[in-house]
T-cell receptor, first 112, second 114 residues
Framework: GESVGLHLPTLSVQEGDNSIINCAYSNSASDYFIWYKQESGKGPQFIIDIRSNMDKRQGQRVTVLLNKTVKHLSLQIAATQPGDSAVYFCAENNNAGNMLTFGGGTRLMVKP | EPEVTQTPSHQVTQMGQEVILRCVPISNHLYFYWYRQILGQKVEFLVSFYNNEISEKSEIFDDQFSVERPDGSNFTLKIRSTKLEDSAMYFC????????????FGEGSRLTVL
């Protein structure tokens, strides 16, 4: 079946370095993608989104890149901080936009 | 800042018992969702709800599950006869409309079935 998945289950970075979290999706009909951050014991928290008519979108310290040719999504976090430690999920919007499908998650660990 | 609230935060129940998880979505939102997350796994879609009816549901959302919005405020998930494998975090989410893509999630209700 179609799915959204992640390449790396755990990413460990040094505080201050940049982080890149990757995601592959398989549903070519998906037109909207979101990155969520989930801290331990909490619900997913919206970070940034991107529509399929764009290939890059920037937020505060975060950038999402979308490569539709290879169905790849990435989240870049600049100057990673200890507070960025969490599990990051990509999600795709499909089926006329009513349902989000989540990928498997990547745990980001920031070393001081 | 408006938020989605969920109760209870944690419920322990015996297998075969009925459970109701409650959610208060953000007040002006039109789309409501339930997701679940088994410990250490990804967030899985259960059901979406719009205009007082289910709009989409997953294979997980079988006859043991039901949702309703009885009073225009609360959005509930009922599991009629819980099984061990229903143990998970259940997240409620709401969305203003389909043009505003972001889903706002609650903090979750942890269900433990013994």
């Amino acid at each position: 079946g179609e799915s959204v998945g992640l390449h790396l289950p755990t990413l460990s970075v040094q505080e201050g370095d940049n982080s890149i979290i990757n995601c592959a999706y398989s549903n070519s009909a998906s037109d909207y993608f979101i990155w969520y951050k989930q801290e331990s014991g909490k619900g997913p928290q919206f970070i940034i989104d991107i529509r399929s008519n764009m290939d890059k979108r920037q937020g505060q310290r975060v950038t999402v890149l979308l490569n539709k040719t290879v169905k790849h999504l990435s989240l870049q976090i600049a100057a990673t901080q200890p507070g960025d430690s969490a599990v990051y999920f990509c999600a795709e919007n499909n089926n006329a936009g009513n349902m989000l499908t989540f990928g498997g998650g990547t745990r980001l660990m920031v070393k001081p | 800042e408006p938020e989605v609230t969920q109760t209870p935060s944690h419920q322990v129940t015996q297998m075969g018992q009925e459970v109701i998880l409650r959610c208060v979505p953000i007040s002006n939102h039109l789309y409501f969702y339930w997701y679940r997350q088994i410990l250490g796994q990804k967030v899985e879609f259960l059901v979406s709800f719009y205009n007082n009816e289910i709009s989409e549901k997953s294979e997980i959302f079988d006859d043991q599950f039901s949702v309703e919005r009885p009073d225009g405020s609360n959005f509930t998930l009922k599991i009629r006869s819980t099984k061990l494998e229903d143990s998970a975090m259940y997240f409620c989410a709401s969305r203003l409309d389909l043009n505003t893509g972001e889903l706002f999630f609650g903090e979750g209700s942890r269900l433990t079935v013994l």
